[in-house]
């Protein structure tokens, strides 16, 4: 006899673990069970990533998505005392005249709805970063185009946190108060079958309606799982399980990089400990002028990571491998892309080491970007993360908790209510994302 649950959620990533968790929290009767390929939860690219978040965007729906997972967050390690990592350090954004420019409109759009940023003049940021060089007159830097530093725009309400503590506490909580997951085990197909059997050769035939019946899985449990509800969360790898089924996720993936830098014994020690920011007396994050080069500091390992936005020129992969290690982080892509930019802005890089490199994938929906939640039938698929699904985690799994419920808004962490609507395909109304520096 296959297992039978209400809900079977495919994937223990952060979208997995933050959408069980509000559903099991929402529905105490109900069995949900989360089930994953691997050994344990946020083992994919929830794993590997920088973590980062902020609430510093354009479009108000990426505001309120992140702006609310942040309260969330900011709420289990304060008042919740379970620590998740998470330490407010700030962005800081680097900008010549014309990014100043071009910021100040979203600036003001960021300000009137609640938002704060604040705005730093190039004499600010010499006496606040000493180590930071803000023109150049060499013929390297000339080369490669790299504007100056004018001024920057910081941001108080971002910073990083650890996302498997943060899975973790998902994780925790939902099997606390009952929900079930199964590691090791892959879901091969949706199964899909007719809404009202009728026991004829070949259900379901056209004229029946049809619903997704269930998972069949491989791996340790090697069974058919039963579901009144199968909610999809399954990342870079959504498209296995959609398109055999006639559905579009929009999503396809990409490799990105993350590079750590020894700090400790360095000039790179004073860097990472700049006061001037923030309570803890860290540099915050900073993001370059060019190519998005960015660095944050890792206290607690005495380092920096290091990344860079690559769009172009850097392909889509269709079907992405399942096991992650197969994607390779590139030391040249370091050495002669990054490092040339990082050292010229931050000579203080100059010389440092590699302590460790890695890469995952981010899995962009190539529609607009921002993420998507939508029901169809029994079937809820959420992702589509673009890169920035840690820092919308909570409000993204309150959105399926919404669409099982069948409710038209989900309630996000402090009140704010949210079409869910608005994050699926049919009706979707989402302001596309412009402040892209
Ligand atoms: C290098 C890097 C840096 C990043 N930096 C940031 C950042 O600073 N801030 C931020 O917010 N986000 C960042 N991200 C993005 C962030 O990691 C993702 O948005 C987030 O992890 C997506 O969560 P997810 O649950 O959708 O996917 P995953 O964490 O990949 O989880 C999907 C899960 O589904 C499982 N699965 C899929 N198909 C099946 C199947 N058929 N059977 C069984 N299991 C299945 C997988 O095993 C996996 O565990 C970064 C990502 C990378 C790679």
Redesign the pocket.
């Known amino acids: 006899m296959p297992a039978r649950y209400d809900v079977v959620v ?9 959408s069980a968790y509000h559903l099991q929290n929402e529905n105490p009767g109900k069995k949900i069970l989360v ?4 050994g344990g ?13 902020r609430n510093t965007f354009s479009s108000s729906d990426n505001q309120v998505l ?1 702006d609310s997972s942040i309260d969330f967050y900011l709420h289990v390690q304060k008042e919740l005392k379970v620590d998740v990592g998470l330490q407010e350090i700030g962005y800081l954004w680097l900008m010549n005249e014309t990014q100043l420019s071009k910021s100040k409109p979203f600036l003001r759009r960021m300000e009137g709805n609640g938002i704060a940023t604040t705005l730093y003049g190039k004499e600010d940021l010499k006496r606040l970063v000493p180590g930071m060089a803000a023109g150049f007159a060499d013929d390297e830097t000339k080369v490669m185009g790299l504007p100056p530093v004018d001024g920057g725009v910081f941001g108080p309400k971002c910073g ?1 946190l650890d ?1 498997d503590r943060l ?1 973790r506490f998902y994780a925790g909580e939902f099997a606390r108060a009952g929900g079930e997951f199964a590691f090791g ?4 197909r949706l199964m899909v079958g007719p809404s009202e059997p009728l026991g004829i050769e070949g259900e379901p035939l056209v004229w029946q309606e049809t619903r997704v019946e269930g ?1 069949s ?1 491989a ?1 340790s449990s090697q069974t058919d799982v039963l579901a009144d509800m199968v909610v ?7 498209n ?2 959609l398109e055999p089924i006639g559905v579009d996720g929009h999503v396809k993936a990409k ?4 590079f750590s830098v020894r700090a400790e014994g360095s000039k790179l020690e004073r860097l990472l400990h700049t006061p001037g920011f923030n309570q803890l007396g860290l540099l915050p994050l900073v993001i370059l002028p060019k190519a998005g080069v960015h660095f944050k500091p890792v206290s607690e390992e005495e380092c920096f990571w290091v ?1 860079c936005e690559d769009e172009m020129n850097r392909p889509y992969i269709d079907l992405p491998e ?1 096991d ?1 290690d197969r994607y390779r982080a590139e030391r040249l892509y370091y050495e002669r892309g990054i490092y040339p930019v990082l050292t010229s802005y931050f000579p203080a890089f100059r010389g440092s080491k590699l302590k460790a490199m ?6 962009y929906n190539t529609l607009d970007n921002l ?1 998507f939640a939508f029901r169809t039938g029994n079937l809820i698929v ?2 589509g ?9 909570d409000a993204l799994g309150r959105a399926v908790g919404a669409l099982y419920s069948e409710e038209d808004e989900a309630v996000l962490y402090g009140g704010r209510a949210y079409r869910t609507s608005k994050l699926g395909f049919e009706r979707r109304d989402v302001e596309r994302e412009e402040w892209v520096i």
């Open positions: 495919v994937g223990a990533g952060i979208m997995g673990v933050a089930v994953d390929r691997y939860a946020g083992q994919g690219n929830t794993g590997r990533s920088n973590a980062m978040f992140a990083r996302p899975v085990s892959e879901v091969k998972v899985l791996g999809l969360a399954g990342g870079a790898w959504l296995e399980l490799k990105r990089q993350l990344a399942h992650l890695w890469a995952g994938l981010y899995a993420p959420v992702g993360d673009s890169g920035s699904g840690i820092m919308k985690g």
